[in-house]
Every structure is written in C-alpha cells, then in structure tokens.
C-alpha cells in the first residue's frame, strides 16, 4: 500500500501596499480618527516638553509667587527661625538645616509688601541657584503649576516696589515667577567678610 503524501505549497501570492489601504467609507473614517489622535499626542508633548513646573506660594495675604522646581529644592514646615542682630532686615534669620545653618529671606522686604510676623507656620522654601543655598520665608504653599516660558505675560515695572531683574514674568497674569538667580545675585543679600 502506498501512501501518497502531499506537500503543502505556499500561495504565490504577492502583497502589496495598496492591498492594506482602507476600502470603505468606514475604515477611511477610523483611520482619520487615529490619525488626529496620534497627532494631538504628538502636539501635546512637545508642547509640554517646554513647560517649566513650579512651587505656587503666597507672600502677604492675596500675592502669589512662584519659583521654578530647579532651584527649589524643599519646603519645610514648623522649622525655628533665629532671628539676627545687625543684618539686613530682609534676612528674616537662620534655621538648622540637617546641622548646617541656612540663612533665610524675607522677599516681602525686597518686594515691599507689608510684613507680617514669622510664626511656625509659616514655610521656608530652600532654593539653590549661583553656588548658594538659602531659604525663602512663605506665608502659604499654594500648590505648584507650570508655564511655557513664551506664554508669560510681562511684569509690570513699578518704580521704588519690585525690580524688573526680580521677576522673569506672570503667569496667567497673576502668579509671579521668580528669577532665583536675580535675586541671589543682589549685592544686598550677599554678606562678605571684611579683610
């Protein structure tokens, strides 16, 4: 008895591109639908690849400030503040930081808003920026946020109040973003020895 076994050939078919193309009014529709969707993901990350985050805090009782997530680096919460003798009066006093003492701002000073007195529960924001490290007294941590630094509307100058080096710009017109390194450059809060 002979068994006859039969080979399985493969088609010989061949595939093209166009074979694969939507046919119906259905499929062109989907494929439009997931085109628009890749493209608004697409948009949507570059856009955001832009955006700077930032720590939103209050100074005073209705003004908001924000400091960008690269140079604040902690908040911290109930800390004893010492207060100085014979500095500047907008160094609000130093605080021990993990056993290093951390000199801190009062930018209600330098920004000329009226001040209020420190208690334990106000917030001091540890920023780093120009080979310092300081803190920045907030009366309230107000969440954080981020902008496009092309979308920031420009601060408005007022003589004898803010300089403009201090702020880079506002965000939605309301939050004003602070330029840590502007700020730390000031002469006025950098202590030099005497020789």
């Not at 208690?119 to 902008?147: F, H, K, P, Q, R």
């Amino acid at each position: 008895m002979h068994v006859k076994i039969q080979q399985h050939k493969k088609p010989n078919k061949r595939y093209f591109a166009a074979g694969f193309m939507p046919q119906g009014e259905e499929d062109l529709r989907i494929l439009h639908e997931r085109a628009e969707l890749f493209a608004k993901h697409a948009i949507d990350n570059i856009e955001n690849a832009h955006e700077v985050s930032y720590v939103k805090f209050r100074l005073g009782v209705h003004e908001q400030y924000g400091i960008p997530y690269q140079y604040a680096k902690e908040v911290m919460h109930n800390v004893t503040l010492t207060k100085l003798p014979f500095v500047p009066s907008l160094i609000a006093g130093i605080i021990n930081r993990r056993g290093m003492l951390l000199a801190v701002l009062d930018l209600k000073q330098l920004f000329h808003i009226q001040p209020t007195e420190y208690d334990n529960n106000s917030y001091i924001i540890v920023v780093m920026g120009n080979g310092m490290t300081i803190g920045i007294l907030a009366d309230g941590i107000e969440g954080s946020n981020a902008y496009d630094p092309i979308t920031l509307d420009v601060s408005l100058s007022s003589d004898g109040v803010i300089k403009p080096e201090y702020i880079v710009g506002l965000h939605k017109g309301r939050t004003a973003i602070i330029n840590v390194e502007g700020i730390l450059s000031d002469p006025q809060i950098q202590v030099r020895s005497k020789l």
